[in-house]
């Protein structure tokens, strides 16, 4: 069985954030991995959304993209 549970080291213990929902005493081998700080809210689509301004005529794309949503006939207009 592997569980993965994140802790916080404080010397040589470890706490963990959860139970690992196994009885006291019960033998276990752990791998210790550093894992880096969580990212900022919205870094993600910031670091994608850069991509696209390296890209020719993006734009112009997008604008037409957004024309005909708007223009579809599906949709109720917006005031």
Sequence with gaps: M?????????GT???LK???GMPDGQEVE???RV???A???GEGILRSAGVAAQVTGFDEAFAE???ARKASAFREPEP
């Design 30 to 32: 752990v791998v210790v």
């Design 2 to 10: 592997t569980t993965v549970i994140r802790g916080v080291v404080h």
């Design 35 to 37: 894992i880096g700080p």
């Design 65 to 67: 993209i957004e024309r």
């Design 39 to 41: 990212p900022a809210w």
């Design 13 to 15: 213990t470890i706490q």
């Design 18 to 20: 959860e139970s690992p």
